[in-house]
C-alpha cells in the first residue's frame, strides 16, 4: 500500500517560514518524481514545485519561485519544501505527489499518487 504522509503545516505570520516534509512507503520512491500542488477553496489543485526523481531538475511556478525551494532525501524516502517569505496567499492544503519519472511538469492528471493534505495558514 502506497502512503505519502505530510507533515510540517501551520500558522505563521506574514513574512515567516515553514518546511513541508513528505514521507513515502510502499513504493519505489526514487523512481518518481515528487512534487507540491496546493489547493484552495474549491479551486483545482496547483503545481508549486517539482523535483527530478534523481533531484537535479526541478520547476516552480512563478507564484513561489524564489521563495520557495523543494528538495528531496532518497536516502529517506522524503521529500521537502522550504518555504519563505510567506504571505497570506499561500495560505492553502498543501498536498505531495509523486508521478513520472520523465517528466518535472505534474498535472492533477499524471499524478500516480498524492498525499493527504497539510494546512498552511499565512496570517496577514
Known amino acids: 500500500q502506497v502512503q505519502l504522509v505530510e507533515s510540517g503545516g501551520g500558522l505563521v505570520q506574514t513574512g515567516g517560514s515553514l518546511t513541508l516534509s513528505c514521507q513515502g512507503s510502499g513504493l519505489d520512491f526514487n523512481s518518481y518524481t515528487m512534487g507540491w500542488f496546493r489547493e484552495t477553496g474549491g479551486n483545482e489543485r496547483e503545481l508549486m514545485a517539482a523535483i527530478s526523481y534523481h533531484g537535479t531538475t526541478t520547476r516552480y511556478s512563478k507564484s513561489v519561485k524564489d521563495r520557495f525551494a523543494i528538495s528531496r532525501d532518497n536516502a529517506k524516502n522524503t521529500v521537502y519544501l522550504q518555504m519563505n517569505s510567506l504571505k497570506p496567499e499561500d495560505t492553502a492544503v498543501y498536498y505531495c505527489?509523486?508521478?513520472?519519472?520523465?517528466?518535472?511538469?505534474?498535472?492533477?492528471?499524471?499524478?500516480?499518487?498524492w498525499g493527504q493534505g497539510t494546512q498552511v495558514t499565512v496570517s496577514s
Open positions: 505527489a509523486a508521478g513520472p519519472k520523465d517528466t518535472v511538469i505534474l498535472t492533477t492528471t499524471n499524478v500516480h499518487y
